[in-house]
């Protein structure tokens, strides 16, 4: 079974851009038979989709987040990347990493990492 | 964008008691529709994908129904464990979106 894990800086200056990585262990990205998705969650509130990457290197990205987010895959070092420039105080939130499943549903989860963008 | 209504927001409920927790979409959706339980502090986890497909090792007290733009996540006999909130998310045309949650509580 995968385990996914985000890390990053926990605390981002406005305007600059939060970078985050989610590690995947116990199956290898070269095999390019996975997908994978990015979610978040303002404190105290709900789930909001960010962004998918599919193992074909189709991207789709929130309308609301696309001018500013990129979301790629590291495959050597084996990791799902997301960047999101000029953030504000709306971007501070747990950003989660997924596996994409055959639905397209988030079959595993990584177990979220907290960003708080304050000066 | 597709919206997803979820009633009710809140539910108070007894171990033992049946559950049943309704997610509505503002156009029709086929069955892209996928359930998830998230306790506080931690990441949600799957529970139902296309409407009704159970994810392994789910408990067969979680049921899920439904087709188009009314979808239901049924708990047959709520269990201290299952105090908790629960997304319905659609997956039929981007962007993905969730609906707003549902909270159940212990009464």
């Known amino acids: 079974q995968l385990q996914l894990q985000e890390s990053g800086p926990g605390l981002v200056k406005p305007s600059e851009t939060l970078s985050l990585t989610c590690t995947v262990s116990?199956?290898?990205?070269?095999?390019?038979?996975?997908?994978w998705g990015w979610v978040r969650q303002p404190p105290g509130k709900g789930l909001q989709w960010i962004g998918n990457?599919?193992?074909?290197?189709?991207?789709y990205y929130a309308p609301s987040l696309k001018s500013r987010l990129t979301i790629s895959v590291d495959t050597p070092n084996n990791h799902v990347s997301l960047k999101l420039s000029s953030v504000t105080a709306a971007d501070t939130a747990v950003y989660y990493c997924?596996?994409?499943?055959?639905?397209?549903?988030?079959?595993?989860w990584g177990q979220g990492t907290l960003v708080t963008v304050s000066s | 964008d597709i919206q997803l209504t979820q009633s009710p927001s809140f539910l108070s409920a007894s171990v033992g008691d049946r559950v049943t927790i309704t997610c509505r979409a503002s156009?029709?959706?086929?069955?892209?529709l996928v359930w998830y339980q998230q306790k506080p502090g931690k990441a949600p986890q799957l529970l139902i994908s296309?409407?009704?497909t159970l994810h392994s090792g789910v408990p067969s007290r979680f049921s899920g129904s439904g087709s188009g733009t009314e979808f239901t996540l049924t708990i047959s006999s709520l269990q201290p464990e299952d105090f908790a909130t629960y997304y319905c998310?659609?997956?039929?045309?981007?962007?993905?979106?969730f609906g707003p949650g549902t909270e159940v509580d212990i009464k």
């Open positions: 116990g199956g290898s990205l070269s095999s390019n038979t996975y997908s």
């Open positions: 998310q659609q997956v039929n045309g981007y962007p993905f979106t």
């Open positions: 997924g596996r994409l499943g055959s639905s397209l549903q988030l079959t595993d």
């Open positions: 156009q029709g959706i086929s069955s892209y």
């Open positions: 990457i599919y193992y074909s290197g189709t991207i």
């Open positions: 296309a409407a009704s």
